[in-house]
Each structure stands twice: as C-alpha cells, then as structure tokens.
C-alpha cells in the first residue's frame, strides 16, 4: 500500500523560510513516481503549487507555485521537497502532497494517495 510521511511544517515570522518533505513509500508498480504539492487555506480554494518527477528529476509549478516556492526531490530516498522562502501571513495554509506514478499530472484527482497534510502559519 503506497504511504507518505509528510513533515516540516510549522510556524515562522514572515520573511522565514521552511522546508517540507515528503516521502513515498509502498509502491512496486512503477520505477518512477511523481509528488504533487498542493495548499488549503481555511476558506479557500485548493491551489495547486507544482509537481516533482523522479522520471527526469524536474518540477512542474502551476501558476500560484513560482516564484518563493522551488519544488526539489531525492530519488534515492523516494522523497520530494517543497522549499518555501521569503513566507507572508497570506501563505498560512495546510501543505498537501499527493504521489501520482509514473509521472505528474495535471489532474489532482488522479493522484493515487494524499497525505494529511502539514500546518504552515506565517505569523507577521
């Protein structure tokens, strides 16, 4: 059964810095895998911050996801990252990752597994 272990979230002063990770585990059906990023603000639409694949070691951002967010990823551990720099109180959200195999995809739906998703507050 395909599992992720999400971590680093927290609070930070804005203009801080945090690092999320997630990692992926249980799957055999495919050498590669794919993380999608997404966030969920109370009272907000879910937006999509971008997708890390391990096929080719590249990030796709949606168009919320550039800028102060860089997507990165370790294929020796099954993990992706979501580096989250220069935070503003407007970014306090729950942080979502979600695997996909083999590839990113544009549809979120069809992301196989999501974890419960990580606190970030962004205190002024």
């Known amino acids: 059964e395909v599992e992720l272990a999400e971590s680093g979230g927290g609070l930070v002063q804005a203009g801080g810095s945090l690092r999320l990770s997630c990692a992926v585990s249980?799957?055999?059906?495919?050498?590669?895998?794919?993380i999608g990023w997404v966030r969920q603000a109370p009272g907000k639409a879910r937006e999509v911050i971008g997708c890390y694949s391990s096929s080719d070691s590249r990030s796709h951002y949606g168009h919320f996801g550039k800028g102060r967010y860089v997507l990165t990823g370790d294929n020796s551990k099954n993990t992706a990252y979501l580096q989250l720099n220069n935070l503003k109180p407007e970014d306090t959200a729950v942080y979502l990752c979600?695997?996909?195999?083999?590839?990113?995809?544009?549809?979120?739906?069809?992301?196989?597994?999501w974890g419960r998703g990580t606190q970030v507050t962004v205190s002024s």
């Open positions: 249980g799957f055999t059906h495919s050498d590669t895998f794919a």
């Open positions: 979600g695997a996909n195999f083999p590839y990113c995809n544009g549809d979120l739906l069809v992301y196989q597994k």
